[in-house]
């Protein structure tokens, strides 16, 4: 995962990333011909044109509910903190995540492009790094969840799998169980995570695989501080990881669904929908975590050696065209439209925030009762007695705790107590003046 930042990516970083894909399309049409899978794009329109178009307009519906239930996932996480995101901007936030995520290897670019509009929106960049960080930790549970359903669901067809695919599958779940538990060890076990992050470091410098230890030492310790921040939502709040949990498993399904419903209007339907999904699923844990933008071209391969035995060999190929097209290439193209019709409103309002944060669920730390207390006591006494105020940036420092007020007759004494019960310095002078 990339760095959670509020700056966005270079118009030429985008324009490379895209430039990239294209490349792989290319490439992968290659590979496809040199397996004597002929690609024909005039049958593959033909086939289209003779689709059912209920199903494929519900394909289409699914792709577009996909994007909405991640928007909806990251409200459901940004809820506790203060926020009440709206439906229109929560689905510009999962259209830049997918984009950049598209258009970059591993996905690296998608969150802090997320980040980015969350915080030009009003959001504190802590809080809208807990809750993408939240996002993706949810979204890889539910990714194991969901692939060991479709291992035990089709444990003999992915048997009959070649190797290769197998493989895939294999080590695209190991990494995301791996990766959960890092998370979960940088935000439960820190110190662990830095030694071992340290000894790493060491290793791979003596190895002259990196040239400055320190700078992968700060990495790390930046990317152990953004999941430690989470854990308190986590703790305070266990029903948000229940929601957000079965947001990102319907999100999921949602994508499968895409693959049900072309599987349809090609007039299949010896399969049902959760077959189908479950196969769906073991094509994306296999290629899942391979570092390619948008999985272009393994996807496509993937595809097409899993649902072999599902389609006929005529409708294999316009088969993976249609699915490819609706769950990743038209999702990028409208993905990349809403980011970018957002980014012309942001310079148009110029860049004013739309969200204010609003009451929290995190308990009022000592330091702020104490100053209002102090305040309190302040504007209850004699307009000639004077008070020291703190400025709004000492107000949270730890050494001042509620003060009392004492005194006889029309004398008065304020006395500042420290954390320990001395007493320090705050009596007055003959003249009620504080010394």
Not at 103 to 111: D, E, K, L, M, R
Not at 315 to 330: G, S
Request: with cysteine.
């Amino acid at each position: 995962m990339g760095e959670v930042t509020g700056t966005l990516g270079s118009k030429r970083k985008q324009v490379i990333g895209i430039i990239t894909i294209v490349v792989l399309v290319i490439i992968t049409i290659l590979v496809i011909r040199s397996r004597g899978e002929e690609i024909d794009f005039k049958m593959i329109m033909n086939t289209m044109r003779h689709a059912n178009p209920g199903f494929l307009i519900l394909a289409v519906i699914s792709m577009l509910l996909y994007v909405h239930i991640e928007g909806r996932a990251i409200a459901v996480i940004a809820k506790p903190l203060g926020y009440r995101l709206k439906r229109r901007h929560t689905f510009v936030y999962a259209s830049a995540d997918i984009y950049f995520s598209a258009i970059t290897p591993s996905a690296t670019g998608g969150q802090p492009a997320s980040a980015y509009y969350m915080i030009r929106d009003g959001m504190k960049g802590s809080d809208a790094t807990i809750t993408l960080v939240l996002n993706i930790l949810l979204y890889t549970a539910s990714l194991i969840i969901l692939g060991l359903w479709a291992l035990a669901w089709k444990f003999e067809f992915l048997v009959q799998c070649t190797r290769i695919v197998k493989l895939l599958f294999v080590v695209g779940l190991a990494v995301q169980i791996l990766l959960l538990l890092l998370c979960l060890l940088c935000m439960f076990s820190r110190d662990t995570i830095r030694n071992l992050g340290g000894l790493l470091a060491k290793l791979l410098h003596k190895l002259r695989l990196i040239k400055s230890k320190t700078k992968m030492m700060r990495g790390i310790r930046d990317f152990v501080d953004r999941y430690s921040r989470s854990a308190g939502v986590l703790k305070s709040n266990p029903m948000v990881v229940v929601k957000g949990l079965l947001m990102n498993i319907l999100q999921r399904f949602a994508y499968c669904s895409i693959g049900y419903c072309v599987y349809r209007s090609l007039g299949f339907s010896s399969m049902g929908f959760f077959d189908i999904a479950a196969i769906m699923l073991l094509l994306m844990m296999a290629v899942n975590s391979l570092p390619i933008p948008g999985a272009v071209g393994a996807s496509e391969g993937s595809f097409l050696s899993i649902f072999s035995s599902i389609y006929t060999q005529a409708l294999l190929v316009p088969a993976m065209v249609i699915t490819r097209l609706i769950n990743y290439y038209v999702c990028f193209i409208l993905c990349g439209v809403v980011t970018l019709c957002y980014h012309a409103t942001l310079i148009r309002r110029d860049y004013k925030p739309i969200y204010v944060k609003g009451e929290t669920a995190e308990p009022e730390t000592p330091d702020d009762e104490a100053y209002r207390l102090v305040q309190m006591a302040h504007e209850s006494l004699p307009g000639h007695i004077d008070i020291i105020r703190a400025s709004e940036n000492e107000k949270n420092d730890p050494v001042p705790v509620p003060a009392k007020v004492s005194g006889e007759d029309n004398s008065k004494t304020i006395l500042m107590q420290t954390g320990s019960g001395e007493d320090s310095a705050g009596g007055t002078d003959n003249r009620g003046n504080i010394s």
